[in-house]
C-alpha cells in the first residue's frame, strides 16, 4: 500500500526516558513533517525536511531532534521525556512544486499516541 | 501573526441535512486552504485544496469555498449521512512562511450525524 506509516502507534512510558518515532513514506514525496497534536486536538508543525534539509523548526525544545536518513524517512527522537509531551504525533509527507513553492496537499500518517506518566 | 478559528466547534444533525462548516483566518496572504478530515484515533485525510486564486472547489458531496480578502471559507456538506461524522480541519498554507510547507490549523469543527 502506498502510505505514510509510522511506528509505533502506541507509545508509554516513564518521565526520564528517551523515546523514538519513526516515519516511512513511499509516495515518491521529497517533503515530510512533524506535527503534534494536544488534548484540546490543536494540531501544531513542530519540524519539516526537504531531500533531507532542515527547512522548518518551530521552537521546539531541543531535546526533541528529528532525523532524515533519506527522502523516505523522518524520524523523531525525544530526550527526557516530559508529562507536557503527551500528545499524539503525526508525520505527513508532501511533493514540492516548481522552484522550491510548496503546492501540493499534504498526506498524513496514523499517528503516534505518545503517553508519559 | 496567522490564526485560524473554526465555528462551531461542534455540530450534530439529522441524517440528511445540509450543513456548512466555517474557517476564518487574520491574514489573507495565504497560498492556499484546505479541509482535512480526521476520524477518531486516525490520522487526516485530505478534501479538498483551494488555491489562493480559486473560488471553490467540489469533491462529490462537498464544496468549499474560499474568500481570501474576507479571510473566511465554508465547507459545505450536502445531504449528510451517518458515515460524515468525523472532525474537520481546516488549515492555510501562509504566504509569508517562505515557501515552506508549513500549515496552519485550526482547531476543527467535531461533527455527529445522526441516523
Known amino acids: 500500500d502506498t502510505a505514510v506509516s509510522q511506528t509505533p502507534k502506541y507509545l508509554v512510558t516513564q518521565m526520564g526516558n528517551d523515546k523514538s518515532i519513526k516515519c516511512e513514506q513511499n509516495l515518491g514525496h521529497d517533503t515530510m513533517y512533524w506535527y503534534k497534536q494536544d488534548s484540546k486536538k490543536f494540531l501544531k508543525i513542530m519540524f519539516s525536511?526537504?531531500?533531507?534539509?532542515?527547512?522548518i523548526n518551530e521552537t521546539v525544545p531541543n531535546r526533541f531532534s528529528p532525523k532524515s536518513p533519506d527522502k523516505a524517512h523522518l524520524n523523531l527522537h525525544i530526550n527526557s521525556l516530559e508529562l507536557g509531551d503527551s500528545a499524539v504525533y503525526f508525520c505527513?509527507?508532501?511533493?514540492?512544486?516548481?522552484?522550491?513553492?510548496?503546492?501540493?496537499?499534504?498526506?498524513f500518517g496514523p499517528g503516534t499516541r505518545l503517553t508519559v506518566l | 501573526k496567522q490564526e485560524v478559528t473554526q465555528i462551531p466547534a461542534a455540530l450534530s444533525v439529522p441524517e440528511g441535512e445540509n450543513l456548512v462548516l466555517n474557517c476564518s483566518f487574520t491574514?489573507?496572504?495565504?497560498?492556499?486552504l484546505q479541509w482535512f478530515r480526521q476520524d477518531p484515533g486516525k490520522g487526516l485525510t485530505s478534501l479538498l485544496l483551494i488555491q489562493s486564486s480559486q473560488r471553490e472547489q467540489t469533491s462529490g458531496r462537498l464544496n468549499a469555498s474560499l474568500d481570501k480578502s474576507s479571510g473566511r471559507s465554508t465547507l459545505y456538506i450536502a445531504a449528510s449521512q451517518p458515515g460524515d461524522s468525523a472532525t474537520y480541519l481546516c488549515a492555510v498554507r501562509p504566504a509569508g512562511s517562505g515557501n515552506t510547507g508549513k500549515l496552519i490549523f485550526g482547531q476543527g469543527t467535531t461533527l455527529q450525524v445522526k441516523p
Open positions: 491574514d489573507s496572504a495565504i497560498y492556499n
Open positions: 505527513a509527507s508532501s511533493l514540492t512544486g516548481t522552484g522550491r513553492r510548496f503546492t501540493d496537499t499534504q498526506y
Open positions: 525536511y526537504n531531500n533531507k534539509e532542515l527547512i
